[in-house]
């Protein structure tokens, strides 16, 4: 009896805690749903009291509107690109484009070794060369025995020539008129714009002769003929143009060497050189344009010697 009565007090007690335990969990899940339910209800906290400083955002600007596309312009309205501006006295140019040895430049290759064109190109170059040194034979364009050469035709066909530029001399007992106004202080016109007949006029005062050509017409019509050869060969007056101003090119630069360093002495040893260089620009010039070559004309011929600018 006792050990029975013991089991069911013990059984009892084991029944006691699990209830017991039950109950308390059951307790503690009831306050967490309530705890939960009540903060949902609650209202927002209080705002707090200290002050806030608002920083506004930088602004992201807005893109700018695409530019509507220019009108097509229209036809023969079109400018044309702006120029590239040259200095008036840039006559220098740092490398060569042009020969710049005149002897070289009409003998190699030999003759034998070019076709026709070149061949007849040659053939004129040699004329050009020619007729500048016959022109102003003071001038040292090449070597004294190479220019003895190029000259001598334009020598021998010089030889009898009369000179259509220069009237006869005749003795009238005119007096030109220099010399009529150092005499009598009138003026040299005949006519006053051609309204009064002055003294000079009525006295038959000789005008002043005319001033000599660079180039005779006679040298000029010869050196038409190798033009025409060239012609003939199938090239045209660009490539004649062209082989032209290669031969004045490699003529000046001995001249323009020569005379660099006379400039800084006096005027009786720059000016003889000096003189040279004008005189064959001059008869190239006038040649050039009785040919007919300047709309033909090319890269001008600049220096292209060993002098620097500042020389």
């Not at 050869?229 to 062209?242: P, W």
Request: aromatic content about 6%; charged content about 25%.
């Amino acid at each position: 009896v006792l050990r029975f009565a013991f089991s069911a007090f013990l059984l009892s007690f084991v029944l006691g805690r699990v209830r017991a335990a039950l109950a308390a969990r059951s307790a503690r899940r009831r306050s967490s749903f309530n705890s939960f339910a009540a903060m949902g209800a609650q209202e927002a906290p209080p705002a707090s009291t200290e002050t806030v400083i608002d920083v506004p955002s930088t602004p992201v600007p807005a893109p700018a509107p695409a530019k509507p596309a220019p009108p097509p312009p229209q036809p023969g309205t079109v400018e044309p690109p702006p120029k590239k501006k040259k200095r008036v006295l840039d006559i220098f140019r740092k490398k060569a484009t042009r020969p710049v040895e005149l002897e070289e430049m009409l003998t190699v290759p030999p003759d034998s070794e070019l076709e026709a064109p070149a061949k007849a190109t040659r053939a004129f170059s040699v004329a050009v060369a020619g007729l500048l040194i016959a022109s102003v034979p003071e001038a040292a364009l090449c070597g004294p025995k190479f220019a003895q050469s190029l000259a001598a035709p334009w020598v021998d066909a010089r030889a009898g020539r009369v000179s259509t530029e220069e009237a006869p001399v005749t003795t009238t007992g005119d007096v030109d008129a220099k010399t009529w106004a150092q005499r009598t202080g009138e003026v040299m016109s005949h006519y006053d714009f051609g309204v009064r007949e002055t003294n000079a006029a009525k006295y038959h005062v000789r005008a002043d002769p005319p001033k000599k050509r660079a180039v005779a017409e006679e040298d000029v019509a010869l050196l038409k003929k190798e033009l025409d050869k060239l012609q003939g060969a199938g090239l045209g007056l660009d490539a004649a143009a062209n082989a032209f101003a290669d031969v004045v090119n490699a003529g000046l630069i001995p001249l323009v060497d020569a005379a660099v360093p006379s400039l800084k002495q006096g005027d009786a040893e720059s000016l003889p050189p000096l003189s040279n260089v004008v005189r064959v620009a001059a008869v190239a010039g006038l040649a050039f344009e009785e040919l007919g070559l300047v709309p033909f004309a090319g890269t001008p011929v600049v220096y292209e010697g060993r002098a620097s600018r500042s020389q």
